[in-house]
């Protein structure tokens, strides 16, 4: 598990920054700038907010960013809850919306701009 997490990371300095709305991403020193402050965030939640930047305009699933950022690792399906709203509360509500789908099951997506 060590390896893919190193995988990731690795994955992630290679994108230097990521720029959106006001927002930016100096990825290999986990810095986020916005609204032209420097915002603090865990390592849990900075790494959904390049995961989830990264992905703009898709969906994507709670299964999917526990098997990717979480890796299944005995979390509890929850925790994916809790940093989406971390995101919410720093950013403002409509940084990332929430859709049921079909079996009900809530499903993430960027939606920045």
């Known amino acids: 598990m060590l390896r893919v997490i190193k995988k990731l ?9 990521l720029k959106s709305n006001g927002l ?6 986990k810095i986020v700038h916005y609204a ?3 915002i603090l965030l865990t390592p849990n ?5 390049v995961y989830l ?5 898709r969906l994507v699933t709670g299964d999917e960013l526990l098997d990717n950022l979480w890796h299944n690792n005995y979390v509890n399906e929850r925790i994916v809850d ?22 009900n099951k809530c499903m993430w997506y960027r939606d920045w701009e």
């Open 9 to 17: 990371e690795r994955e992630i300095e290679d994108k230097v920054v």
């Open 24 to 29: 930016v991403v100096e990825v290999k020193e």
């Open 36 to 38: 032209g402050e420097k």
């Open 45 to 49: 939640v900075f790494n959904l907010l």
């Open 53 to 57: 930047i990264e992905r703009k305009n």
């Open 82 to 103: 809790v940093q989406i709203n971390t995101i919410r509360q720093t950013f403002g509500k409509g940084v990332v919306a929430t859709r049921k789908g079909q079996v």
